[in-house]
């Protein structure tokens, strides 16, 4: 056995098997390209969920989180540290936020929102306790928490983790009638990505946003958009909601806040609704460390100076013009925004797993969703030869 089939087997056998990884065993990583423990190369189209917009081991992020590991990692907030106050200041003026919440993990950001909406909705709102509800869409992602979980319609993701939190109602993603019908007096907030990725890289039709904006209004209800995936540039803008001309009450990043070097989230809200948490009502240690502070400032920092989001804009057309110039009589559809793209495969060719795997023997890491898409997120500091270099490899594995 070579290393990475001792690392394989170990792992199978020590560790709980909630993951079905490719078998591909990584051990360093530097731009778009990641490297095995047998020395071969690869083009990183996952990147980590778009955790690592900025590129694999970004040495700016590097030194500021060696930097700062050096000198001061952890206060809880019990006392104050010098990065936050930076962090906020960098995050209000770049987002236009008036109030924001750190955490770590993207569930965190998820569950922190929820919890905020419903008080904020018996509090000003005057809904009656015990009574909030939350729209949600069908087939979405927010995470694995319990309450996550209790309103995803994914049956992997739910079945058997019950009992579930109540309180959410589902409508289908880009139905603005159903979503209209679903409002009540009761209904504090809609929590909806922008687009849908772990269903497949879902794009909503034109107009939809503008419609749950406007209803969302009219009725006093929060829009919280989950842009945990979307955000930070991964669709050519730093936010997804951009495209569609709206702004969020309550907007949640996560993934590449941190350049993929640490879990670092945030809620960003308008005043009134984090406005309502007074001390001791939610935290967490962990949640606006220095080290974490440091590291998203950084990466915020060289995301917006070297121009990652334009790139991912410019990239993102002239990479799904190649992949719809493809001929394959296998392919259902190509879509996508910025770099944020998916093929859906026929259901006749037998699954995208099985592409994913003949990619990855080509030297391109890619992950199948929902059976028969293969997505497709290289970090946003892709080149014109490289997208090249995928599409042609794309090509040769799909006609
Ligand atoms: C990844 C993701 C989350 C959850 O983030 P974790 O850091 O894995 O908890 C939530 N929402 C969306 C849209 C995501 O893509």
């Known amino acids: 056995m070579n290393t990475s089939e001792k690392l394989i087997a170990t792992e199978q056998r020590l560790g709980a098997h909630n993951y079905k990884p490719l078998d591909v065993v990584l051990t360093r990583g530097e731009g778009v390209y990641v490297w095995d423990t047998d020395g ?39 006392f104050r540290n010098d990065q936050l106050a930076y962090l906020y200041e960098e995050l ?45 869409c069908a087939d979405n992602f927010h995470g694995r928490t319990l309450s996550i979980v ?50 497949g890289v879902i794009i909503p039709p034109a107009g939809y946003f503008t419609r749950i904006r406007e209803l969302c209004t009219a009725n006093n209800v929060t829009l919280i958009l989950d842009e945990i995936q979307t955000g930070l540039g991964r669709t050519g803008k730093l936010l997804a909601e951009e495209h569609e001309g709206i702004e969020a009450d309550v907007t949640l990043i996560g993934k590449a806040l941190s350049g993929g070097f640490y879990p670092v989230s945030a809620v ?15 935290g967490s240690t962990f949640g606006g460390n220095p080290l974490a502070c440091a590291v998203a400032r950084t990466a915020l920092k060289v995301l917006v100076e070297e121009g990652m989001i334009e790139n991912a804009a410019v990239m993102g057309d002239y990479f799904l013009e190649g992949l719809r110039s493809i001929r394959s009589n296998i392919v259902r559809d190509v ?42 997120a290289p970090p946003l500091v892709i080149s014109r030869q490289q997208v090249d270099w995928a599409v042609s490899e794309i090509e040769k594995t799909i006609s």
């Open 40 to 78: 071969n190369r690869y083009l990183d189209c996952l990147s980590a969920y778009s955790a690592v917009n900025q590129g694999h081991c970004h040495p700016k992020i590097l030194a500021a989180m060696v930097e700062q590991a050096g000198r001061l990692t952890l206060t809880s907030r019990a």
């Open 92 to 136: 209000a003026a770049l987002t236009g936020s008036h109030k924001i919440l750190p955490m770590n993990s993207g569930a965190e950001a998820v569950e922190t929102a929820i919890k905020a909406v419903r008080k904020w909705g018996y509090e000003v709102k005057g809904v009656p306790e015990g009574k909030a509800e939350i729209i949600v």
């Open 150 to 199: 209790s309103f995803s319609t994914d049956p992997d993701a739910r079945t058997g983790f019950g009992p579930y939190t109540p309180g959410f109602r589902t409508v289908p993603f880009g139905d603005a009638e159903a979503f209209e019908a679903a409002i009540n007096g009761n209904t504090v907030a809609a929590l909806i990505e922008p687009i849908q990725g772990e269903a």
């Open 268 to 282: 960003l809200s308008n005043s009134e609704v984090l406005g309502v948490l007074k001390p001791g009502q939610h």
């Open 335 to 376: 879509r996508g925004r910025g770099l944020m793209m998916a093929i859906e495969l026929e259901p006749e060719a037998g699954g995208a797993r099985q592409y994913c795997h003949a990619l990855k023997e080509r030297g391109l890491l890619a992950k199948d969703t929902h059976d028969h898409t293969i997505r497709l």
